[in-house]
């Protein structure tokens, strides 16, 4: 099967594109590693983005902050 049939199959059995399961994915993992010690950077390069701004501005644009904002208010608001 090609990438692109498994594309199109995936998005007529869940409703949503593979890309866009896969920002949600990736989104999820963020939050919940940014709850652990490790990096920004870190988390950006093994979450496979090219660079940590790219990383930053897909999670600006998701949460409305900055991984490192996230994390500060989720550090003072427990």
């Known amino acids: 099967m090609s990438a692109r049939t498994l594309a199109r199959h ?5 409703g ?9 994915l990736r989104l999820l993992l963020a939050l919940e590693w940014l709850t652990t010690p490790r990096s920004v950077t870190g988390i950006a390069i093994d979450l496979g983005y090219a660079s940590t701004s790219a ?4 999670f600006h644009q998701a949460t ?3 991984p490192s904002q996230w994390r500060n208010r989720r ?3 427990e």
């Open 10 to 14: 995936f998005e007529q059995e869940t």
């Open 75 to 77: 550090v003072g608001g």
């Open 55 to 58: 990383f930053t501005f897909m």
């Open 64 to 66: 409305g902050c900055t």
């Open 16 to 24: 949503t594109s593979l890309r866009q399961w896969r920002q949600q």
